[in-house]
C-alpha cells in the first residue's frame, strides 16, 4: 500500500500536516461506518475497508519516521534493524546505559540533559535525511548509494526514537 | 407552547443514548422538535443510582428503591458494579474495600453471591440497570429503537464487550459503543459551535479519562486518548471512608462488618457531597451494631485526603497532551465532565492544569447522556441530520505475548479507529500442527504486566518442517473500539480454526444462555423482535438506497436503475410479510443488485475527496464566486 496514493498527496518527505488532516477528514467523511449505518451489509464492508486503508495511510503519514520508511519504500528502499553500524550502536549503548542510571536515581534533569542531546541528533539526522531524499527525487548519480545512505539516517532515527521513547516513560513514571 | 402527543402506533422506534455510569445512570433522546433530552422519572429526576438489589425472591430493585436498601442488605445490592465489569475474580480491583460476598475466589469471572442462593455476573448487573433504563424509556416513548451507550474512553477490549454483552442481555439494539468524553464534546460542540482544540476531563464515579480532540466544522476528531479505568469520585469516598472508619469506634476498624463498611462509604459520599458548598462538615454516623458517633471534616481534611487522586490525573493528562503534539496554551476549551468534577480541588487543579477556566454550561451529570442521544439519532433517526462525523481512536495499545514473555504491540494506542493490522508468525517445531497465541492490551513491556484478552489456539496447520509454515494474525478494530481476532495460513491459504478463550468475559454461548434464561425472553419474543429488527432495517435500506438512486442518476448504467426499483419493490412487498427470513433474503438481493452502483458511488466520492474539492468546498467556490462574478463581467465558472 502506498499511503501518499491513498491520500492523493505528493510523495514527498516534507508534509503540511493540516493539509493532511484535512484531507484525511473528507475521505472521512465519504467513508467512515457512521456515514454508512443504513447499508447493506455487502456495502457496508466495502466502504469500510477503504476506510481502514485511509485510516493506516494517515497514521504513517503524520508520524515522521514512517512516512519517512513508506517515502523510501515506495522509491525501492528498505530499512532494516541489521544497517546499524557498531559505531552508533556503541554510542546508542552508552547513552542508554546513562539514562538508566538517571532513571535510577530519579535524576530528571540529568534525564533531560540526554534527552536534549538525542532529540538534537535526531533533529540534524532528518536534516539530512531531507537533503537525501531530495537528491533522491531529483536527477541522482549514484541512487543505489542515495538509497542505501537513506536507510542508514532512517535507521539510526529509529535508535533515536526508541531512547525518547524510553525517555517518555520515565516522565510518566515521574509525573505520578 | 403545549404539543399535543399523538400517539402514532406506525411512528418508528425512537432511537436512545444510554450512560451507564459507575455511580448513576441517564438514558436520553433527540425528539422531533427540539434538542437532546434527558428521560425524567417520576420525581423528575434523571438520574437513575446504579444500584441492584436482589432479594430472596421477585424481580431486582433497580434505582433508587435499591439505593435505600445498601445499608440494611449490604451484600444483597450491588454499587458501582461498572467496576467490575470485564475483570477477574483475582483482579486487585475486585478486591478492594467493599462489602460483597464472591461466589469464587479465584477464575475468570467476578461473581456475587446474592440473596435467594443466587450467583449473577456484573454483565447481568448492568443488564438489570439497562433493563430499567429501557422500560423508563417506553414509558415516554412509547417504542425504543437501537441505542448508543457510552464507555469510558479508557475501557479495554474486556470491558467494552462486557458492556455489549449487558446491552445484548437486556434486549437493547446496540447501534454503537460511543466513548464518553467523545460523547460529551458533541453535546458542548453542537451546542457552542466552536472550532478548535478541547480537552475533555471526565472524573466519574469510578473511571478517569482525558481525551484531547480537534473540532472542525462538524467533525469531531480524538486526537489522543488517556485514563486510568480504577480512579473517580468512589476512590475519594474510600479514602474518606477509611478515616471515619477509625472514628467509628469499632473493636477493629480492619475487620468492619460488611453494613459498617457501607455506612462508611454512605456517609462519606454525603460529607463530600456537602463539601462542595461548605468548608466544614458535621454529621452524625449511625454505626449498625455500634454507637453513634460524630464527625468533622474540613475542606482541607477532604483535599489533604484526595491530592494523591487528583495528581494521578494530572499524570494521565501531561501524556495525553504530549500525545497529541500539543501544549496548554493551544486549547480553545477545557470541557468538564462527571459528578467527580464538581470537587472544588478538581476544579482547580484542573483550571492550572490547562491555564484556563473550565467550561461547565451543561450539566455534567446529563452531557455524556445528551451526546449519546445526539450520536444515536445520527446513526439511526429519520429525515436530515446534522453533518456531524465522529473520529475516534483505540485507548489502549493491542498486542500479542513474543518470545521472552514481551508484549509486541500490533496497533499501538491512538491508533484512528476502524482500523486493522497483521503479523506474521511461523512455527518452531517440525510437523507443529497447532498454535498458541496470547492477545494483549496495555502500554507495559511485558506480557505479563499488560491486560490479557484472549488466548487462541490455531488448530490445523498443514504439517511443515519448522518454520515453513506462515500464518497470519489479523487484530481488527471496529468503530466500536472491538477487536476481532482471525488467522490463516499463508502457504496454503487455509483459514485456521480459532479457539477463543477469553481471559475475563462470557463466551457467546454464555449469553444466548442467559437469554434464554430470562424470564422476559420467552421465543415468542425473540421472534416478535426479529421481525421488527428486520422491518426497521428493510425500511432503512430502502430509504437510502431510493436517495441514492435519485442523487446519482448518472452513475447508472442502462437498465441498472429499473434493476434496483425493482428489488426494492420487492423488500417493501417482504415487508409486509411476517416472516423475518423473507425480508432479509430480499435484503440480500437488493444488496446483491446494487454493490455495484454503491462502488461507482464510493469511487466517486473518494475522487472528489481526493481532488482537494470536496463537495463542501465546491460550494463554497461557487458561492464566492458568484459574490465578485458582477466586477469581472463575463467571468466563467
Redesign the interface.
Known amino acids: 500500500m502506498d499511503p501518499f496514493a491513498t491520500?492523493?498527496l505528493p510523495r514527498r518527505y516534507a508534509v503540511d500536516k493540516s493539509a493532511l488532516?484535512r484531507?484525511y477528514?473528507?475521505?472521512?467523511?465519504?467513508?467512515?461506518?457512521?456515514?454508512h449505518?443504513?447499508?447493506?451489509?455487502?456495502?457496508r464492508a466495502?466502504?469500510?475497508r477503504?476506510?481502514?486503508e485511509v485510516?493506516?495511510a494517515?497514521?504513517v503519514l503524520r508520524d515522521d519516521q514512517k512516512r519517512a520508511e513508506a517515502l523510501l519504500a515506495t522509491l525501492g528502499g528498505q530499512v532494516t534493524d541489521h544497517s546499524a553500524d557498531p559505531e552508533l550502536l556503541m554510542e546508542m549503548m552508552e547513552l542508554r546505559e546513562a539514562l538508566s542510571e538517571a532513571r535510577a536515581e530519579r535524576d530528571t534533569a540529568k534525564v533531560a540533559k540526554l534527552a536534549a542531546q538525542v532529540g538534537e541528533q535526531a533533529a540534524n539526522a532528518r536534516q539530512e535525511l531531507a537533503g537525501v531524499f531530495d537528491e533522491l527525487q531529483g536527477q541522482s548519480d549514484n541512487e543505489a548509494n542515495a538509497l542505501q545512505r537513506a536507510a542508514a539516517i532512517l535507521g539510526r532515527l529509529r535508535y533515536y526514537r526508541r531512547f525518547q521513547d524510553e525517555v517518555?516513560l520515565f516522565?510518566?513514571e515521574a509525573?505520578? | 407552547m403545549a404539543l399535543m402527543q399523538i400517539h402514532d402506533p406506525a411512528a418508528a422506534p425512537r432511537p436512545i443514548g444510554i450512560d451507564l455510569g459507575t455511580t448513576n445512570s441517564l438514558v436520553a433522546y433527540v425528539p422531533l422538535i427540539g434538542g437532546a433530552t434527558c428521560v425524567l422519572d417520576c420525581d423528575g429526576d434523571a438520574l437513575v443510582p446504579s444500584v441492584v438489589h436482589y432479594s430472596e425472591e421477585g424481580k431486582p430493585l433497580v434505582g433508587k428503591g435499591a439505593q435505600r436498601l445498601t445499608e440494611e442488605h449490604p451484600e444483597d445490592t450491588i454499587v458501582s458494579v461498572k467496576r467490575f465489569m470485564g475483570r477477574g475474580a483475582d483482579d486487585p480491583e475486585t478486591r478492594r474495600l467493599g462489602p460483597y460476598r464472591f461466589a469464587t475466589d479465584q477464575g475468570p469471572v467476578v461473581q456475587f453471591a446474592v440473596a435467594g442462593q443466587r450467583v449473577v455476573t456484573p454483565v447481568e448487573v448492568s443488564a438489570e440497570i439497562l433493563r430499567e433504563l429501557k422500560r423508563t424509556a417506553e414509558d415516554e416513548l412509547d417504542e425504543v429503537g437501537g441505542a448508543v451507550i457510552t464507555v469510558p474512553a479508557y475501557f479495554d477490549d474486556a470491558q467494552r464487550q462486557a458492556t455489549k454483552d449487558a446491552a445484548r442481555l437486556a434486549g437493547l439494539n446496540v447501534?454503537?459503543l460511543l466513548n464518553e468524553p467523545t460523547a460529551a464534546a458533541l453535546a458542548y460542540g453542537l451546542d457552542s459551535q466552536q472550532n478548535g482544540l478541547f480537552v475533555v476531563y471526565d472524573l466519574g464515579g469510578g473511571t478517569f479519562d482525558v481525551t484531547i480532540l480537534?473540532l472542525?466544522n462538524g467533525?469531531f476528531?480524538v486526537r489522543s486518548t488517556g485514563g486510568d479505568s480504577q480512579l473517580g469520585g468512589d476512590d475519594m469516598d474510600r479514602a474518606l471512608a477509611e478515616r471515619l472508619l477509625s472514628e467509628m469506634q469499632l473493636p477493629d476498624p480492619r475487620h468492619a462488618s460488611p453494613a459498617q463498611v457501607r455506612a462508611a462509604l454512605n456517609a462519606a459520599r454525603r460529607i463530600k457531597h456537602a463539601l462542595t458548598e461548605q468548608s466544614l462538615v458535621e454529621a452524625e454516623i449511625e454505626v449498625p451494631g455500634g454507637v453513634t458517633v460524630q464527625v468533622r471534616v474540613s475542606r482541607e481534611e477532604l483535599d489533604a485526603l484526595i491530592k494523591p487522586l487528583i495528581?494521578?490525573t494530572?499524570?494521565v493528562c501531561?501524556?495525553a497532551l504530549?500525545d497529541a503534539e500539543a501544549r496548554p496554551e493551544d486549547l480553545t476549551g477545557v470541557i468538564l465532565v462527571g459528578g467527580a468534577t464538581r470537587v472544588p480541588a478538581v476544579r482547580s487543579y484542573v483550571g492550572q492544569l490547562f491555564g484556563q477556566p473550565p467550561l461547565t454550561s451543561i450539566d455534567p451529570d446529563q452531557v455524556v447522556a445528551l451526546g449519546a442521544a445526539i450520536h444515536a439519532d445520527?446513526?439511526?433517526g429519520e429525515g436530515d441530520r446534522p453533518d456531524v462525523?465522529?473520529?475516534d481512536v483505540l485507548p489502549l495499545s493491542l498486542g500479542v505475548e513474543a518470545m521472552g514473555g514481551v508484549a509486541e504491540k500490533i496497533l499501538p494506542r491512538n491508533?484512528?479507529?476502524?482500523?486493522?493490522?497483521a503479523q506474521v508468525f511461523t512455527t518452531y517445531a517440525d510437523n507443529q500442527t497447532g498454535f498458541d497465541l496470547h492477545v494483549l492490551q496495555g502500554e507495559r513491556e511485558l506480557a505479563a504486566d499488560c491486560r490479557s484478552l484472549a488466548r487462541f489456539t490455531l488448530k490445523g496447520i498443514p504439517p511443515l518442517p519448522a518454520g515453513m509454515a506462515r500464518l497470519e494474525v489479523r487484530f481488527d478494530v471496529?468503530?466500536d473500539g472491538l477487536l476481532k481476532v482471525s488467522a490463516r495460513e499463508l502457504t496454503t491459504g487455509i483459514a485456521q480454526q480459532i479457539e477463543v478463550k477469553p481471559s475475563y468475559g462470557l463466551r457467546d454461548e454464555d449469553i444466548e444462555r442467559m437469554l434464554m434464561d430470562a424470564y422476559d425472553h420467552a421465543e415468542s419474543d425473540v421472534a416478535t423482535r426479529a421481525l421488527q429488527e428486520e422491518r426497521t432495517e428493510a425500511e432503512?435500506?430502502c430509504?437510502?438506497t431510493e436517495k441514492a438512486l435519485q442523487l446519482d442518476v448518472a452513475l447508472l448504467e442502462p437498465g441498472e436503475g429499473d434493476a434496483i426499483r425493482a428489488a426494492l419493490a420487492a423488500v417493501r412487498e417482504a415487508t409486509r410479510s411476517a416472516s423475518s427470513s423473507a425480508i432479509h433474503a430480499r435484503?440480500?438481493d437488493?444488496?446483491?443488485i446494487?454493490?455495484p452502483f454503491?462502488?461507482r458511488r464510493?469511487d466517486r466520492?473518494?475522487a472528489?475527496?481526493?481532488?482537494?474539492r470536496?463537495l463542501a468546498e465546491l460550494e463554497r467556490e461557487t458561492a464566492h464566486a458568484r459574490g465578485i462574478e458582477p466586477h469581472l463581467g463575463n467571468a466563467k465558472d
Open positions: 491520500l492523493g488532516d484531507r477528514r473528507e475521505l472521512q467523511q465519504t467513508l467512515h461506518p457512521d456515514k449505518a443504513g447499508a447493506p451489509a455487502s456495502q466495502l466502504t469500510l477503504k476506510a481502514i485510516n493506516e494517515y497514521r517518555a516522565e510518566d509525573l505520578v | 447501534l454503537r480537534v472542525d467533525v476528531q495528581e494521578r494530572g499524570a501531561r501524556r504530549r445520527l446513526l439511526a462525523l465522529l473520529l491508533t484512528p479507529i476502524p482500523a486493522s493490522a471496529d468503530a432503512r435500506i430509504s437510502a435484503i440480500e437488493l444488496d446483491r446494487s454493490k454503491a462502488g464510493m466520492s473518494i472528489q475527496a481526493l481532488s482537494g470536496g
